[in-house]
């Protein structure tokens, strides 16, 4: 990365710009957080429902009292073990965020990217970043500047490109405004790894998708999104009937594939393709693959396609949870 370059993107953030950038879960799209202008160009160009609301990235634990208030010791306790990293807090905004940032809200999503090309931007650039994902709402998350072109395009006004994001989900959300702490959203820290410093957290019964009349505060829970155009349809593969109802959906010259474990991969023969997502053994494999299979299989003009569910512990929770929002049922 050319520093030319990260000081002609925070140029662009400082002239009321929205560039596309990388941090170490995916590609976000990054305004200064104080410019209502900048901010509403985000949800324009993502077309971004108004009542979702955005995260804003800071370069330093010393700049959280510039956009929260109120903050609770267990804030620090956290930030020693799991920042700069994929963990946002959900904490009382200052007055001088716009609104926009927080769907309106009194509270705020703030995380530090462990990302070192970003922290720099975010400093180069003075000011804190609100940044959803660098996608069109609806679409999977970007995991490469490539991901970013294919939505976005002309729509933004400056990308960058850092390489592959590593961890390709995106941040936990946890509120720390309410007690016990709840986790409103699973990402790239797990729940399991939360109790060890929080061990009365509680989940979010949206998460678990119960019906409740608690408040959404945090992005990515209201709407349909991760999905391909392509219908996806999530089973078990221990249920052979299930299977066998797919299997006839393909003997009706439909254009099957399949997305599943290589542990699975002797029940797929027939499918017509069949993608190798992971290892039940490593849940790092998919993390890394999911986002851009979703992305992939559109491509192909397939009728549908079928992906396995799988335990819902440890970063499994968050991919589970991305697959429920992508697929049909």
């Not at 073990?81 to 905004?93: N, Q, S």
């Not at 990302?115 to 996608?135: M, Q």
């Not at 679409?139 to 729509?155: C, E, F, G, M």
């Not at 559109?298 to 949870?321: G, H, N, Q, R």
Request: aromatic share 12%; net charge negative.
């Amino acid at each position: 990365m050319k520093q030319n370059d990260l000081n002609f993107a925070a140029k662009i953030l400082q002239d009321w710009g929205v560039v596309a950038f990388p941090t170490e879960t995916v590609y976000g799209l990054w305004a200064n957080i104080y410019d209502k202008q900048a901010i509403q160009k985000i949800f324009t160009i993502k077309w971004r429902a108004s009542d979702n609301p955005l995260i804003v990235h800071i370069s330093d634990i010393s700049e959280l009292p510039n956009v929260a208030i109120d903050i609770p010791e267990i804030a620090y306790e956290l930030w020693k073990k799991f920042w700069p990293g994929p963990l946002t807090f959900v904490l009382k905004k200052q007055q001088n965020v716009v609104s926009e940032v927080s769907a309106g809200w009194d509270t705020i999503g703030i995380r530090v990217p462990n990302h070192p090309i970003a922290r720099e931007l975010i400093a180069l650039s003075w000011v804190p970043l609100a940044a959803p994902s660098a996608n069109l709402s609806w679409k999977p998350s970007p995991t490469s500047a490539q991901h970013v072109h294919n939505d976005l395009s002309q729509r933004v006004d400056y990308i960058v490109d850092g390489g592959e994001a590593n961890i390709w989900v995106e941040s936990t959300v946890i509120d720390l405004t309410v007690q016990p702490p709840v986790l409103l959203r699973p990402g790239g820290i797990s729940f399991e790894q939360l109790k060890e410093v929080l061990p009365n957290i509680e989940i979010h019964p949206h998460l678990l998708w119960q019906k409740s009349e608690k408040i959404v505060k945090s992005p990515g829970m209201k709407y349909r999104h991760y999905a391909p155009e392509t219908t996806l349809y999530l089973f078990s593969p221990e249920q052979d009937d299930i299977i066998a109802k797919i299997q006839d959906h393909h003997a009706q010259w439909k254009k099957i594939w399949i997305i599943g474990s290589k542990e699975m991969q002797y029940k797929y023969l027939w499918a017509d393709r069949f993608f190798l997502l992971w290892s039940r053994e490593n849940l790092e494999e998919v993390s890394h693959n999911l986002f851009a299979t979703l992305r992939q299989i559109d491509i192909y003009w397939l009728d549908s396609v079928y992906c396995e569910t799988f335990e819902t512990k440890w970063i499994w929770l968050a991919i589970m949870d991305r697959l429920k929002r992508a697929c049909e049922k």
